[in-house]
Protein backbone atom coordinates (compact mmCIF):
# COMPACT_ATOMS: atom_id res chain seq x y z
CA UNK A 1 0.00 0.00 0.00
CA UNK A 2 1.18 3.58 -0.33
CA UNK A 3 3.39 4.87 2.62
CA UNK A 4 4.51 8.45 2.65
CA UNK A 5 7.07 9.04 5.71
CA UNK A 6 8.03 12.62 6.14
CA UNK A 7 11.54 13.54 8.96
CA UNK A 8 13.64 16.14 9.36
CA UNK A 9 11.15 18.33 11.75
CA UNK A 10 12.61 20.12 14.61
CA UNK A 11 13.07 22.94 16.56
CA UNK A 12 14.87 26.19 14.39
CA UNK A 13 15.35 29.73 15.40
CA UNK A 14 14.60 32.48 12.93
CA UNK A 15 16.02 33.18 9.94
CA UNK A 16 18.08 29.28 9.38
CA UNK A 17 17.29 26.60 7.24
CA UNK A 18 15.81 23.63 7.27
CA UNK A 19 15.05 20.11 4.86
CA UNK A 20 12.46 17.90 5.19
CA UNK A 21 12.47 14.90 4.06
CA UNK A 22 9.63 12.14 3.03
CA UNK A 23 10.01 8.41 1.98
CA UNK A 24 7.93 7.23 -0.26
CA UNK A 25 6.79 3.43 -0.69
CA UNK A 26 4.25 1.29 -2.54
CA UNK A 27 3.79 3.25 -5.86
CA UNK A 28 5.49 4.52 -8.58
CA UNK A 29 6.95 7.25 -7.04
CA UNK A 30 8.40 8.64 -10.95
CA UNK A 31 5.44 9.00 -12.16
CA UNK A 32 3.39 10.71 -9.94
CA UNK A 33 3.21 14.62 -8.63
CA UNK A 34 3.70 15.08 -4.97
CA UNK A 35 2.78 17.94 -2.53
CA UNK A 36 4.11 19.49 0.52
CA UNK A 37 0.65 20.98 2.61
CA UNK A 38 1.31 22.77 6.26
CA UNK A 39 -1.18 22.95 9.14
CA UNK A 40 -0.14 25.76 11.41
CA UNK A 41 -1.22 25.03 15.26
CA UNK A 42 -5.53 24.64 15.48
CA UNK A 43 -5.56 26.14 11.78
CA UNK A 44 -6.38 25.00 8.68
CA UNK A 45 -4.90 23.03 5.96
CA UNK A 46 -2.20 25.23 3.47
CA UNK A 47 -1.03 24.04 0.18
CA UNK A 48 2.91 25.17 0.20
CA UNK A 49 4.21 23.39 -3.28
CA UNK A 50 3.76 20.90 -5.49
CA UNK A 51 6.67 19.27 -8.08
CA UNK A 52 5.67 17.41 -10.57
CA UNK A 53 6.83 14.12 -12.35
CA UNK A 54 9.02 16.27 -14.64
CA UNK A 55 10.47 17.46 -11.67
CA UNK A 56 8.74 21.56 -12.66
CA UNK A 57 7.38 23.35 -9.31
CA UNK A 58 4.61 25.66 -7.78
CA UNK A 59 4.69 27.38 -4.92
CA UNK A 60 2.74 29.14 -2.69
CA UNK A 61 3.07 33.09 -2.34
CA UNK A 62 4.01 32.70 1.32
CA UNK A 63 6.67 30.46 0.50
CA UNK A 64 7.94 31.66 -2.58
CA UNK A 65 11.73 32.35 -3.05
CA UNK A 66 12.36 30.57 0.31
CA UNK A 67 11.81 27.21 -0.09
CA UNK A 68 12.61 24.74 -2.62
CA UNK A 69 10.46 21.69 -3.26
CA UNK A 70 12.92 18.51 -5.45
CA UNK A 71 12.75 15.02 -5.77
CA UNK A 72 14.69 12.11 -6.26
CA UNK A 73 12.99 9.47 -8.05
CA UNK A 74 16.43 6.86 -7.69
CA UNK A 75 15.73 7.08 -3.84
CA UNK A 76 12.22 7.52 -4.07
CA UNK A 77 12.62 10.53 -1.99
CA UNK A 78 10.75 13.85 -1.81
CA UNK A 79 12.47 17.24 -0.33
CA UNK A 80 11.47 20.90 1.12
CA UNK A 81 14.93 22.98 1.37
CA UNK A 82 13.51 25.48 3.79
CA UNK A 83 15.60 29.02 3.86
CA UNK A 84 14.89 31.84 5.78
CA UNK A 85 12.04 30.51 8.10
CA UNK A 86 10.16 32.96 9.83
CA UNK A 87 7.95 31.95 13.33
CA UNK A 88 4.42 32.14 10.91
CA UNK A 89 6.62 28.94 9.07
CA UNK A 90 5.86 26.53 12.34
CA UNK A 91 3.37 23.66 11.40
CA UNK A 92 2.83 20.45 10.65
CA UNK A 93 4.06 19.52 7.07
CA UNK A 94 2.56 16.68 5.26
CA UNK A 95 3.59 15.15 2.42
CA UNK A 96 1.19 14.06 -0.36
CA UNK A 97 0.71 12.28 -3.37
CA UNK A 98 -1.05 13.66 -6.78
CA UNK A 99 -2.34 11.46 -9.15
CA UNK A 100 -1.41 13.98 -11.66
CA UNK A 101 1.16 13.12 -14.29
CA UNK A 102 0.78 15.95 -16.25
CA UNK A 103 3.14 18.96 -15.41
CA UNK A 104 1.39 22.02 -14.16
CA UNK A 105 -1.46 19.94 -13.39
CA UNK A 106 -3.39 18.58 -9.98
CA UNK A 107 -5.77 16.47 -8.98
CA UNK A 108 -5.37 17.44 -5.78
CA UNK A 109 -4.10 15.27 -3.05
CA UNK A 110 -4.96 10.97 -2.51
CA UNK A 111 -2.62 9.96 0.12
CA UNK A 112 -1.09 11.48 2.75
CA UNK A 113 2.29 11.15 5.23
CA UNK A 114 1.95 11.67 9.15
CA UNK A 115 3.43 14.64 9.00
CA UNK A 116 6.57 16.20 10.45
CA UNK A 117 6.09 19.25 13.14
CA UNK A 118 8.83 22.26 12.78
CA UNK A 119 9.03 25.14 15.35
CA UNK A 120 10.45 28.51 14.39
CA UNK A 121 11.43 30.00 17.11
CA UNK B 1 -9.46 30.89 -5.83
CA UNK B 2 -11.24 31.22 -2.28
CA UNK B 3 -13.12 28.65 -1.15
CA UNK B 4 -16.07 29.63 1.66
CA UNK B 5 -17.14 26.47 3.82
CA UNK B 6 -19.92 26.19 6.14
CA UNK B 7 -20.74 25.87 8.74
CA UNK B 8 -17.64 26.33 10.82
CA UNK B 9 -19.20 24.21 13.20
CA UNK B 10 -22.44 21.42 13.55
CA UNK B 11 -23.50 19.55 16.14
CA UNK B 12 -25.34 16.26 14.90
CA UNK B 13 -27.01 12.81 16.27
CA UNK B 14 -26.18 9.12 15.65
CA UNK B 15 -28.58 8.78 12.84
CA UNK B 16 -28.75 12.37 11.00
CA UNK B 17 -27.66 13.58 7.90
CA UNK B 18 -25.02 16.65 7.46
CA UNK B 19 -24.79 18.47 4.87
CA UNK B 20 -21.37 20.60 4.67
CA UNK B 21 -21.15 23.35 2.20
CA UNK B 22 -18.19 24.61 -0.09
CA UNK B 23 -18.42 27.53 -2.28
CA UNK B 24 -15.71 28.69 -5.02
CA UNK B 25 -15.26 32.35 -6.11
CA UNK B 26 -15.44 31.36 -9.23
CA UNK B 27 -16.18 28.32 -11.75
CA UNK B 28 -13.79 25.35 -10.67
CA UNK B 29 -15.80 22.94 -12.77
CA UNK B 30 -15.77 19.27 -10.48
CA UNK B 31 -12.06 20.11 -9.11
CA UNK B 32 -13.16 19.83 -5.58
CA UNK B 33 -11.84 16.99 -3.13
CA UNK B 34 -13.07 16.68 0.48
CA UNK B 35 -11.11 16.05 3.29
CA UNK B 36 -11.79 14.58 6.83
CA UNK B 37 -8.88 14.99 9.51
CA UNK B 38 -9.18 13.41 12.92
CA UNK B 39 -7.40 15.45 16.10
CA UNK B 40 -3.78 14.44 16.00
CA UNK B 41 -4.10 12.27 12.87
CA UNK B 42 -3.09 13.43 9.22
CA UNK B 43 -5.90 13.65 6.36
CA UNK B 44 -7.72 11.16 4.46
CA UNK B 45 -9.27 11.65 1.46
CA UNK B 46 -13.07 11.36 1.24
CA UNK B 47 -14.38 13.17 -2.18
CA UNK B 48 -12.33 13.31 -5.50
CA UNK B 49 -13.45 15.42 -8.47
CA UNK B 50 -16.42 16.66 -6.35
CA UNK B 51 -18.33 13.01 -6.61
CA UNK B 52 -16.26 10.32 -6.61
CA UNK B 53 -15.59 8.46 -3.30
CA UNK B 54 -12.11 7.43 -2.59
CA UNK B 55 -10.83 3.85 -1.94
CA UNK B 56 -12.32 2.24 1.40
CA UNK B 57 -14.41 5.47 1.95
CA UNK B 58 -18.23 4.24 3.22
CA UNK B 59 -21.65 4.50 0.71
CA UNK B 60 -22.79 7.39 3.50
CA UNK B 61 -20.47 9.52 2.21
CA UNK B 62 -21.46 11.33 -1.23
CA UNK B 63 -20.68 14.85 -2.84
CA UNK B 64 -22.27 17.05 -5.29
CA UNK B 65 -21.77 19.97 -7.00
CA UNK B 66 -20.39 21.50 -10.56
CA UNK B 67 -19.00 25.31 -10.84
CA UNK B 68 -19.37 27.07 -7.75
CA UNK B 69 -21.41 24.96 -5.33
CA UNK B 70 -20.30 21.84 -3.68
CA UNK B 71 -21.41 19.95 -0.87
CA UNK B 72 -20.13 17.15 1.06
CA UNK B 73 -22.81 14.59 2.48
CA UNK B 74 -22.87 12.05 5.51
CA UNK B 75 -25.97 9.95 5.28
CA UNK B 76 -26.65 8.32 8.75
CA UNK B 77 -24.24 9.94 10.50
CA UNK B 78 -21.79 7.69 12.70
CA UNK B 79 -20.17 8.44 15.86
CA UNK B 80 -17.24 7.90 14.25
CA UNK B 81 -17.70 10.68 11.94
CA UNK B 82 -16.83 12.98 14.08
CA UNK B 83 -13.81 15.23 12.80
CA UNK B 84 -12.92 18.36 10.67
CA UNK B 85 -13.73 18.73 6.93
CA UNK B 86 -12.06 20.39 4.45
CA UNK B 87 -12.46 21.54 1.06
CA UNK B 88 -9.93 21.73 -1.64
CA UNK B 89 -9.68 23.28 -5.17
CA UNK B 90 -7.28 22.01 -7.47
CA UNK B 91 -8.91 24.08 -11.09
CA UNK B 92 -5.87 26.52 -10.35
CA UNK B 93 -2.64 27.08 -8.74
CA UNK B 94 -2.48 28.15 -5.71
CA UNK B 95 -4.39 25.19 -4.46
CA UNK B 96 -7.01 26.11 -2.13
CA UNK B 97 -8.59 24.78 0.95
CA UNK B 98 -11.81 25.58 2.98
CA UNK B 99 -11.56 27.08 6.08
CA UNK B 100 -13.05 23.55 7.54
CA UNK B 101 -16.10 22.59 9.28
CA UNK B 102 -15.88 21.16 13.18
CA UNK B 103 -18.44 18.00 12.96
CA UNK B 104 -19.33 17.18 16.30
CA UNK B 105 -21.41 14.53 17.80
CA UNK B 106 -24.33 15.32 20.15
Known amino acids: QVQLMESGGGLVQPGRSLRLSCAAS????????MHWVRQAPGKGLEWVAMISNDASDLYADSVRGRFTIARDNSQHTLYLQMNSLRPEDTAVYYC????????????????WGQGTTVTVS | TTLTQSPPFMSATPGDKVDISCKAS??????VNWYQQKPGEPPITIIQ???TRAPGIPPRFSGSGYGTDFTLTINNMESEDAAYYFCLQHDSFPLTFGQGTKLEIK
Open chain 1, 96 to 111: ARDLSRTSGVSYGMDA
Open chain 1, 26 to 33: GFLFNRYG
Open chain 2, 49 to 51: EST
Open chain 2, 26 to 31: HDIDDD
